[in-house]
C-alpha cells in the first residue's frame, strides 16, 4: 500500500530540513521498486508532496524558491506528516497552518529541527521528551515547560509523534520512519544508495516521560 508523505513549506524554511526528508522517501521507494517482482512493482511505496498555506512559490533560507505541489490538503490525505523548521517566527503566528497541524490524522507526524516549535504550538507534543536542533533546545524548554527536551540524540520516538534535531539530522529521523514503516532490511539499502553514513542512535521514548525526568 502506498503511504502519502507530506512535507510543510512555508517561508524561510530551512532547505535541507525538507529536501532530505524527500530524498530519504522517494529514494526508499526507488529501491523498493527496483527490488520488487514486475508485476508488483507498479505502485511506489511513498509518495512525496509538499504542502503550503498558498499556492505560490516559497522562499527557502537562501533564497531557493520552492513551488508547493498542494494547499494544506484535509485530514486523512496524509500517512506521514513532516513539519520542517528554519526561522518558524512568522509561520508560528499562522493560526490557519497551526490548526491544519492539529487536526492532522496522520500514522506519524514528525518534525525537524524548529520544525518542534510548531508541533508544541499545535499542542502534539505535551509531556513527551523531544529533540530540536541544539541551539534552540533552551529556548523550546522555556517556551513550553511541560516538554522534556533532550540533548544530543538525532531524534526522539514517541510513538505517533517523532522529532529530530536540526537539519541533517531529519535525515536521520526519516531513515528511521522508513525502517519503522518498511523495514530495516530498506532503511539501510537507502542509506546505502544515498551514500550517506546514518546515524541509528535515536531515543525509542517509553510511555512516561518522568523517567527521562529522573535521569
Known amino acids: 500500500m502506498m503511504l502519502s508523505v507530506g512535507i510543510l513549506v512555508f517561508d524561510k524554511v530551512e532547505i535541507l ?14 529501491v523498493h521498486a527496483r527490488n520488487m517482482p514486475l508485476q508488483m512493482a507498479a505502485s511506489a511505496l511513498f509518495r512525496c ?5 498558498e499556492m505560490r512559490p516559497v522562499h527557502a533560507r537562501g533564497g531557493m524558491k520552492v513551488l508547493p ?18 526561522d518558524v517566527s512568522a509561520v508560528l503566528e499562522r493560526p490557519r497552518v497551526i490548526d491544519w497541524i492539529r487536526a492532522q ?14 508541533l508544541a504550538k499545535a499542542g502534539l507534543l505535551n509531556r513527551l521528551p523531544v529533540t530540536t536542533h541544539w541551539e534552540d533546545q533552551a529556548e523550546l524548554q522555556a517556551r513550553y515547560p511541560s516538554l522534556v527536551v533532550l540533548q544530543d540524540r538525532p531524534w526522539v520516538d514517541c510513538g505517533k509523534v ?40 535515536g531515543t525509542d521514548s517509553p510511555a512516561d516521560p518522568g523517567l527521562f525526568r529522573a535521569a
Not at 505541489?69 to 528554519?86: N, S
Not at 490524522?105 to 510548531?118: H, K, M, P, Q, Y
Request: hydrophobic residues 40%.
Open 17 to 30: 530540513d525538507f529536501a532530505g526528508p524527500y530524498e530519504v522517501f522517494s529514494a526508499a521507494s526507488r
Open 49 to 53: 508532496h509538499l504542502v503550503a498555506e
Open 69 to 86: 505541489d498542494c494547499v494544506l490538503p484535509p485530514p486523512g490525505d496524509i500517512d506521514v506528516l513532516i513539519v520542517p523548521g528554519g
Open 105 to 118: 490524522d496522520t500514522r506519524i507526524t514528525a518534525s525537524v529541527c524548529t520544525g518542534a516549535f510548531l
Open 162 to 201: 517523532v522529532t529530530s534535531g536540526g537539519i541533517s539530522a531529519g535525515i536521520d529521523m526519516s531513515l528511521h520512519l522508513v525502517e519503522r514503516l518498511a523495514g530495516k532490511q530498506l532503511a539501510h539499502a537507502t542509506a546505502r544508495q544515498m551514500e550517506y553514513r546514518w546515524n541509528t542512535h
